[in-house]
C-alpha cells in the first residue's frame, strides 16, 4: 500500500515570489509520481508526471518538481508565482492500478 | 478530442432516495476509475474497471453503492438510499493502460 503526506495545508505566498509545496511518500514498490491542480469547484487537472527517467520533471505554466527516491518526495516549485496559480495542489503516487493522494495545499497567492 | 465527461454536473437529492452518475471516459482508454472528494479532503478511491470488468473495490464502497460498465464505454456510479455523509463530489477518471490517469470535472451530490 502506498501513502502520501502533503506537509502544509495551505501556503500563503506574494505574487512574484517562489514557492515550494511539499510532498513526501511512502511505498514497498517502485512507483509513479503525479502533481494535479484543482481550482475552485472544478475536478483535477494533470500539473506533471514522473514515471521514469530524469528525475527534475517540468509542466508548461513554470512548475517542476524533482523525484527524490532516498528521501521519498517530490516537492513541486515554482520560481516566480502568478495570482493566477491560486488553487489546490494534490500530489499522488501510483504503482500502476490507481492513485492515493495526500490531503492537498491550498496556494493562496496574494497581490 | 475530448476529455472525460460526467453527467450531472450537479445533484441535490433528498435523504433516502437514488441517484445514478454518468461517466464517459477518453475515447479508447480501457481504465475507468471512480473517486469520491469530501471538502477540504483529497479523492478517496472507491473502484476501477479494466474494459467492463470490475478489478477492485475499496472498503468505502458500501453496499448502498454500485458502479458498472456494462460494454467497457461509460459507466455509471448508482447510490441507493442516500444519506447525508454521502455528500461529496464525486470523480470519474481514465487511462490507457493506468500509468497517466485524467480526470473530469465531477458530479456533486447534495443529500438534503
Known amino acids: 500500500a502506498q501513502s502520501v503526506t502533503q506537509l502544509d495545508s495551505q501556503v500563503p505566498v506574494f505574487e512574484e515570489a517562489p514557492v515550494e509545496l511539499r510532498c513526501n511518500y511512502s511505498?514497498?514498490?517502485?512507483?509513479?509520481l503525479f502533481w494535479y491542480v484543482q481550482y475552485p469547484n472544478q475536478g483535477l487537472q494533470l500539473l506533471l508526471k514522473?514515471?521514469?527517467?530524469?528525475?527534475l520533471v517540468e509542466s508548461i505554466n513554470g512548475f517542476e518538481a524533482e523525484f527524490n527516491k532516498s528521501q521519498t518526495s517530490f516537492h513541486l516549485r515554482k520560481p516566480s508565482v502568478h495570482i493566477s496559480d491560486t488553487a489546490e495542489y494534490f500530489c499522488?503516487?501510483?504503482?500502476?492500478?490507481?492513485?492515493?493522494f495526500g490531503g492537498g495545499t491550498r496556494l493562496m497567492v496574494k497581490p | 478530442d475530448t476529455g472525460v465527461s460526467q453527467d450531472p454536473r450537479h445533484k441535490i437529492t433528498k435523504r433516502g432516495q437514488n441517484v445514478t452518475f454518468r461517466c464517459d471516459p477518453i475515447?479508447?482508454?480501457?481504465?475507468l476509475y471512480w473517486y469520491r472528494q469530501t471538502l477540504g479532503q483529497g479523492p478517496e478511491f472507491l473502484t476501477y474497471?479494466?474494459?467492463?470488468?470490475?478489478?477492485?473495490k475499496s472498503r468505502l464502497l458500501s453496499d448502498r453503492f454500485s458502479a458498472e460498465r456494462p460494454k467497457g464505454s461509460f459507466s455509471t456510479l448508482e447510490i441507493q438510499r442516500t444519506e447525508q455523509g454521502d455528500s461529496a463530489m464525486y470523480l470519474c477518471?481514465?487511462?490507457?493502460?493506468?500509468?497517466?490517469?485524467?480526470f473530469g470535472e465531477g458530479s456533486w451530490l447534495t443529500v438534503v
Open positions: 475515447s479508447e482508454h480501457n481504465r
Open positions: 474497471f479494466q474494459n467492463e470488468a470490475q478489478l477492485e
Open positions: 477518471a481514465s487511462s490507457l493502460g493506468g500509468n497517466t490517469i485524467y
Open positions: 514522473y514515471l521514469s527517467g530524469s528525475t
Open positions: 511505498s514497498s514498490v517502485s512507483v509513479y
Open positions: 499522488a503516487v501510483s504503482a500502476g492500478n490507481m492513485l492515493t
